[in-house]
């Protein structure tokens, strides 16, 4: 089976064909601010650029059906409606967070029960049994936090930001805000924003990591105890964070967890995730109905009475 995935909700516009075991995937990410009309110019632009590398060949279309911002979000899905009726080819919508998720097991071949899922927009833990969101940010995701205090200064993004934390040399103690299973960053960014040049700024970045992180992390260990599982699944932009990585490390091992994640090409926002996503649930029986419509909104817990 030939599957040709798109990847369409937000910054980054994605290609992908799976044949068999093998995937090839494309992607080209727009590097200005989240202007609606914008994302969507930059998805029309390249779409034709992306796809001319690929033959017409397939017996499926996946796309990202949301959540997702709606002027890029139904660029993409008219274009897998397009190519489906063009084509007599069948098209299947697919959730963005799942396919985070799912391309995880895919890959490592192992079977998650519980995910840490964090994005620009998403700050989430799923229970993978039944599909339910059982902790989240209360405010802002945590990748919207980075780049915002990222752009405070006067750098690009998150990566940017992350550079400069792990020139760090102190740990300054910053607003931790938990609540049970659920986290709040709002307070976080705050303190951020006010204590710019009161302390070296690779210190303020690190001290904003390593808190929003070992929350997420008490979040998670709470999450893993209360539903007795080991098998986490990380996922998500955020998870390409070096600080991160390095956090997980030692968690894992304190408390006995099995951390699965796969390389950063599959964490960002990627097509080859919708692909075999969408080539999966295509394969259990689940179709979408056609013209696929955008979903905006698209909660992972949405899926759960299709698919647990
Ligand atoms: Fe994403």
């Known amino acids: 089976m030939i599957t040709l995935g798109i990847e369409s909700t937000a910054h980054t516009l994605g290609i992908a ?29 390249m779409f034709p ?13 996946a796309v990202s059906q949301g959540p997702g911002i709606w002027a890029p979000l139904s660029f993409g899905v008219s274009m897998a409606n397009y190519l489906s009726s063009k084509y007599n080819i069948p098209a299947i919508g697919v959730n963005h967070g799942y396919a985070h998720i799912y391309i995880h097991e895919y890959l490592s071949k192992q079977k998650g029960e519980l995910a840490l899922y ?3 927009g998403n700050t989430s833990i799923v229970n993978l049994e039944n599909l339910k969101i059982v902790g989240e940010t209360l405010d802002i995701g945590i990748g919207n936090m980075f780049d915002k205090a990222a752009r405070e200064l006067g750098l690009k ?47 303020l970045a690190y001290s904003l990591f390593h808190t929003s992180f070992s929350m997420l992390l008490e979040t998670l260990a709470r999450a893993s105890f209360a ?15 070096r ?45 979408t109905e056609f013209p696929i419509k955008p979903r905006p909104y698209y909660r992972i817990d949405d899926l759960r009475y299709i698919l647990t």
Request: with cysteine.
């Open 227 to 241: 539903f007795e599982k080991k098998n986490i699944i990380v996922c998500g932009g955020v998870a390409q964070s």
């Open 118 to 120: 964090i994005s620009g």
């Open 49 to 61: 650029i992306l796809l001319k590398e690929f033959n017409m060949e397939f017996d499926l279309i």
């Open 243 to 287: 600080i991160l990585k390095q956090m997980l490390e030692k968690f894992s091992k304190f408390y006995n967890l099995n951390i699965i994640t796969g390389p950063d090409e599959f964490n960002r926002d990627n097509a080859a995730m919708i692909a075999v996503t969408g080539e999966y649930l295509y394969n259990k029986g689940i179709r």
């Open 17 to 45: 064909v799976k044949d068999g075991d093998k995937i090839i995937h494309k992607f080209d990410t727009y590097q200005g601010s989240y202007i609606p009309r914008d994302l969507a110019e930059h998805k029309a632009k």
């Open 157 to 203: 993004n998150a990566k940017e930001l992350e550079d400069l934390a792990l020139n760090h040399k102190n740990f300054i103690e910053a607003p931790y805000s938990v609540k049970g299973m659920h986290v709040n960053f709002g307070g976080l960014l705050t303190w951020f924003k006010n204590n710019i040049g009161k302390y070296p700024k690779e210190d």
